[in-house]
């Protein structure tokens, strides 16, 4: 270095003096670059922290939607179970009135069969009474 000139010493000087702010504008640019990335990792912490709020939210939401299906589940099954003991119960029912509307068919039958009997009864008493023996009616149903 002894060989050299004030000249070039001078330009050394320079050269580095402009390296040197080189590095410093650099430098500034990466401080700036590290201060944003900062900002943005904060920024992202707090979106992250609102996003775990809402999935915690929305996990309790779906909690309360699976019970809530487990509750209706079991309300359908009785109500279903509800509606096959009504039909059984309707055909049982219905079973029964075709039981009764046989009783009465019958019944109705055995009322018309009891009214004709009053009737040749009384034809029959009638027939005696108009032969003049009355009391031959009165011998016959009396023995």
């Known amino acids: 270095m002894a060989n050299k000139t004030k ?5 050394i000087i320079g050269s580095l003096r402009r390296t040197m702010d080189d590095v410093q ?3 500034a640019e990466k401080d700036n670059q590290i201060k944003q990335l900062q900002a ?3 920024y992202d912490a707090k979106e992250s922290d609102k996003k775990d709020n809402v999935i915690k939210h929305l996990r309790g939401l779906l ?5 809530s299906v487990v509750y209706y589940r079991n309300d359908y099954k009785q109500l279903d ?3 096959k003991l009504t039909l059984e119960r309707y055909a049982e029912l219905g079973d029964e009135c075709n039981e009764k509307d046989k009783e009465i068919k019958d019944l ?3 009322l018309s069969e009891m009214k004709e009997k009053r009737r040749d009864s009384a034809r029959f008493h009638n027939a005696t009474e108009a032969m003049g023996n009355p009391l031959y009616f009165h011998r016959v149903s009396n023995d």
Not at 63 to 67: G, L
């Open 63 to 67: 909690e309360v939607a699976d019970t």
């Open 40 to 42: 943005d990792a904060e």
């Open 7 to 11: 000249a070039e010493l001078l330009n």
């Open 25 to 27: 504008a650099s430098r």
């Open 108 to 110: 109705e039958q055995e």
């Open 81 to 83: 179970n509800n509606y």
